[in-house]
């Protein structure tokens, strides 16, 4: 007899974007007239830069031919990308000892952040810094790591609240807290902080301290413009030794679509199995992926392949200014109605709590019914995020500057 996975039975019905997908679709439907400025998940608005769209041709037509056409490739990615990416993200800003052979290209970073939990021993205790983006919490669920959920928290999983009166900033593990394994994501989802190099290292001096295994989303990591911010989290000291760090090409390069990101796995990420022998990480996340994925497509590996060219990286610099210009209008316009205001300087995202003693979903349905401006409610990414919205500067520059004169009436909104 099948039974079905009970912990999907136990996870709030539907995922956070899923639900607010159908909010916006049930409030379009009631009122065709609208228009409705999408804000809420982090979709990109421009489109591929021209240097990928020619190599995706490039390479599509190669796989028109006998003589160049690819079939299956390695699963760990083929060698021109693992190799760009090794020596532009890493080896030329001075990160040393982070190879090709470190690097594994994925179909973006959400997947590989909730399919690393594969390498998990069994009683492994996740630590989630929260407000957190969902899928470290809902895959660790899933896995039956939850536990029983109490109160907006889940017992199998420890929780490091980020709280507004520490500027969002995370606290470390106190004594007493297990947390084997450790997300941390920055530049921020959903609060847009950041963290600098000494806060950084702490983490990595606890993680080495504890053994415990950090899990870094840097997928934001190119909209980082204050000097000094570690835009990878090895280059803080001995963290090739405590970390796996996850990137995505969807958000500086239009990638949403097109899927294609990698996860820094290396190979001096050396932990123990249950019976005692040595675990290479490295070596275990290739066992797994060699399991369960056939890598990503070569047309895909190429189109990324470009971003690592001279026009690629211009490419990439004007999409994250052009971004980064409407964060700026949207953190104005909030500052400018009295909104407390966090992110949107070394980030996308822009997390704001109105005056106004609405909850966060209730704030979420005041602002799309009364502006028609969809949101993410912060409540979304845990309970320290009630009564604050998530606002993306993704949307285009003509539609961001209509929301923020939509926003300037707030107190007819909220
Ligand atoms: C977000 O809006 O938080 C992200 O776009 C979601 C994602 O990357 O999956």
Redesign the pocket.
């Known amino acids: 007899m099948f039974i079905a996975n009970q912990n999907f039975n136990r996870l709030p019905e539907s995922y956070l974007?899923s639900d607010v997908a159908r909010k916006i679709k049930d409030f379009r439907e009631a009122n065709p007239e609208s228009k409705v400025i999408r804000m809420?998940?982090?979709?990109v608005s421009l489109p591929l830069p021209e240097c990928v769209v020619e190599a995706m041709s490039r390479a599509a037509a190669e796989m028109g031919q006998s003589a160049s056409f690819h079939g299956y490739g390695p699963e760990q990615g083929y060698h021109f990308l693992r190799e760009a990416v090794a020596e532009t993200d890493y080896r030329s800003r001075g990160i040393k000892g982070i190879s090709a052979d470190d690097i594994f290209i994925s179909d973006?970073?959400?997947s590989d952040l909730a399919n690393l939990g594969d390498i998990f021993g069994s009683g492994v205790r996740p630590a989630v810094v929260t407000p957190a983006?969902p899928?470290y919490i809902d895959s660790n669920v899933l896995a039956g790591r939850g536990g029983i959920p109490e109160n907006g928290r889940w017992s199998g999983i420890s929780f490091l609240p980020a709280r507004p009166e520490s500027a969002f900033l995370p606290p470390l593990p106190h004594r007493g807290v297990t947390a084997d394994v450790i997300y941390l994501c920055y530049p921020n989802?959903?609060t847009g902080t950041v963290l600098s190099l000494d806060k950084l290292q702490k983490w990595v001096d606890y993680a080495l301290a504890n053994k415990s295994l950090i899990i870094y989303d840097s997928?934001y990591e190119a909209y980082i413009s204050t000097p000094g911010i570690p835009h990878s989290i090895y280059e803080a000291e001995g963290a090739d030794k405590c970390a796996i760090e996850v990137r995505?090409f969807?958000?500086t390069a239009g990638f949403?679509g097109v899927r294609c990101g990698y996860t820094v796995v290396p190979r001096s990420l050396e932990f123990t199995f249950i019976d005692g022998t040595k675990a290479s990480l490295n070596r275990i996340w290739c066992r797994r992926q060699c399991t369960k994925f056939n890598g990503v497509g070569y047309v895909v590996q190429r189109a990324a392949e470009a971003l690592y060219t001279p026009e690629g990286r211009e490419a990439i610099r004007r999409n994250v200014a052009y971004y980064m210009d409407n964060a700026a209008l949207l953190r104005s316009a909030l500052l400018g109605i009295g909104a407390d205001v966090v992110g949107g300087v070394d980030a996308p995202y822009v997390w704001f709590r109105p005056k106004s003693e609405l909850d966060s979903w209730q704030l979420f349905d005041r602002l799309l019914h009364r502006a028609a401006i969809s949101s993410?409610p912060g409540v979304g990414f845990g309970k320290e995020g009630d009564g604050w919205l998530r606002l993306?500067g993704f949307n285009t520059a003509a539609l961001t500057s209509e929301a923020c004169s939509r926003l300037s009436h707030i107190n007819d909104i909220f």
Not at 40 to 43: A, E, F, L, S
Request: glycine share 10%; proline share 5%.
């Open positions: 974007f809420d998940i982090g979709d973006g970073a959400k983006y899928v989802n959903p997928a995505s969807s958000k949403t993410t993306t």
